[in-house]
């Protein structure tokens, strides 16, 4: 089994940091291609001019890899929600038609669809969340569910981001391609650790950020484009997204016409060389060790953990069949008890307050003592 990386992180022997889910701490060697990147911008002069486009796309590369996709059908973006804003200028859906979306889903993949419904006369139909927490059923229901106007799009996350739960994403797309419909996957919390194939699965847009599970910076995201949905018109218009536009060329706008591929898609002020890099080192970190082996790590750590706290009060541990196998969201039958997170927090031992429950959500960095002693505190604070 892969051992625990925390050498490679700056974490104090006392933290006990179970909150990737929310934001990972950068490896070592990603602040180190950070602070290499501050220091480049600090002298520009010495900087080869080819180097930003060379960094663009070794991070496309990096980014492509991790869900098996081209790279030509990967674009630079800031985040998820401008990943979604552009599927929503690229995709136009019929009035009368329908917008699946889960209930308490992240707002990034719901609200641009809820925004846009009213104006273009479709409707915002919510899978409500499963008692028995399984997402699958309730989603495929939502696609098959009988007299239902027609459904034009499932813009949904792989793993739900409070409970946890896991979608069987071959079967939801294979529902949603016989009845016509697009898939919009957010990825946030699947890239990296769950196995990704585009190739397989064949969504229509699929994105992720770098600042939880692939160790990277904020405002650094990836959307991969169908290519059948690569010749519309990016949320943004760039120089670099036309065949050619040149400072150094006169005419400067020589050819508009837009490039091939996801590039045109990438965002305005794509050169940020510091966090570009920093987001390429940490999926490049995670494609090494790989996405089985992270999984079977965090898969025995979870399981661990849900072991510990599946007889403590009135904890409701989700089934491990139907959760993600890297985050454990503990329910709570009288409801999540006051200040429990801060009060954890004042302990060193961080997790997230999540819609009533507790998210766990363990890294590469973390080991069987960070299991230990979340389970001897959170048992202390509780009883
Ligand atoms: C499921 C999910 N999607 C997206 C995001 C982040 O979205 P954005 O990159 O638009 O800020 C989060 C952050 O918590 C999330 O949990």
């Known amino acids: 089994m892969l051992p625990s990386q925390r050498a490679l992180f700056d974490i104090p022997a006392d933290i006990c940091y179970l909150n990737a889910a929310s934001f990972s701490p950068l490896p070592l060697a990603v602040q180190e291609a950070g602070r290499t990147g501050v ?26 890899a991790l869900i098996n996709a081209d790279p030509q059908d990967i674009a630079l973006v800031s985040s998820v929600a401008y990943g979604v804003a552009t599927a929503g200028k690229l995709v136009t859906i019929p009035r009368g038609h329908r917008v699946l979306v889960l209930h308490e889903d992240h707002s990034s993949p719901v609200l641009e669809w809820m925004t846009r419904g009213q104006a273009a006369g479709f409707t915002i139909e919510t899978v ?24 034009a799009l499932a813009s949904i996350s792989s793993i739900h981001w409070s409970d946890g739960g896991a979608l069987d994403l071959d079967r939801i797309a294979t529902a ?9 996957l957010d990825a946030t919390h699947g890239v990296g650790v769950m196995h990704m194939d585009v190739r397989k699965l064949d969504p229509d847009f699929l994105m992720f950020p770098t600042y ?6 904020y405002g650094r995201a990836f959307l991969y484009v169908a290519k059948r949905h690569q010749d519309g018109i990016p949320l943004e218009q760039t120089g670099y997204g036309r065949r050619s536009i040149s400072a150094e060329q006169t005419p400067y706008m020589k050819d508009t016409a837009y490039t091939a591929g996801a590039r045109r898609f990438d965002m305005a002020e794509r050169d940020h060389f510091i966090s570009m890099e920093m987001a390429a080192v940490g999926m490049e970190m995670m494609a090494g060790w790989g996405h089985a082996a992270i999984r079977e790590r ?31 969201s503990l329910g709570f039958r009288r409801g999540l008890p006051e200040g429990l997170t801060d009060r954890l927090a004042a302990e060193r031992v961080y997790v997230a307050p999540r819609l009533g429950r507790i998210r766990i959500s363990p890294h590469v960095y973390n080991d069987e003592n960070d299991i230990e002693r979340f389970a001897s505190v959170f048992r202390r604070l509780t009883s």
């Open 298 to 328: 965090l898969a025995m750590l979870t399981h661990r953990l849900a072991e510990a706290l599946g007889n403590i009060g009135d904890v409701r541990v989700p089934d491990p069949k139907l959760r993600a196998p890297h985050i454990l």
């Open 128 to 151: 409500p969340q499963p008692e028995d927490g399984d997402w699958t059923t309730a989603v495929l229901a939502a696609i098959e569910r009988p007299g239902a106007p027609p459904l």
């Open 176 to 184: 949603l391609r016989a009845q016509g419909a697009l898939l919009l």
């Open 212 to 217: 939880k599970w692939v160790l990277g910076p």
């Open 39 to 64: 220091a480049r911008k600090g002298r520009p002069w010495e900087l080869d001019p080819a180097f930003a486009g060379q960094i663009h796309e070794r991070t496309r590369r990096a980014a492509a």
